[in-house]
């Protein structure tokens, strides 16, 4: 098992862009899948982007082109670079570990905290 957290959420106006950081803790962070999943008010927990450990990066589609993720496994850290941000990306962003390469959140065993991102139109 990992331990995750998450930081650089804040208030941006939409075009704007934000860094997330998902900071782990353990030995073997290396060999981890990580996502990046978010959820809005009163909806479902999504999946936003993942990075194996090769650091082959995947994406959902609504972010294809404006985000970008990436590792630095000597900093244990992984990154979500949102540029071009909509209003309809406001929601809590979470960081997630997982052994598979995969999408869905129930494979994923370590979860963050959470960072609010929130964007005004």
């Known amino acids: 098992q990992v331990q995750l957290v998450e930081s650089g959420g804040g208030l941006v106006q939409a075009g704007g862009s934000l860094r997330l950081s998902c900071a782990a803790s353990?030995?073997?962070?290396?060999?981890?899948?990580i996502g990046w999943f978010r959820q809005a008010p009163g909806k479902e927990r999504e999946f936003v982007a993942g990075?194996?450990?090769?650091?082959?990066?995947y994406y959902t589609n609504s972010v294809k082109g404006r985000f970008t993720i990436s590792r630095n496994n000597a900093k244990n850290t992984v990154y979500l670079q949102m540029n071009s941000l909509k209003p309809e990306d406001t929601a809590v962003y979470y960081c997630?570990?997982?052994?598979?390469?995969?999408?869905?959140?129930?494979?994923?065993?370590?979860w963050g905290q959470g960072t609010q991102v929130t964007v005004s139109s």
């Open positions: 997630a570990a997982s052994t598979v390469i995969t999408r869905t959140a129930g494979l994923f065993g370590s």
């Open positions: 353990g030995r073997t962070f290396s060999s981890y899948n």
């Open positions: 990075i194996w450990w090769t650091s082959a990066p």
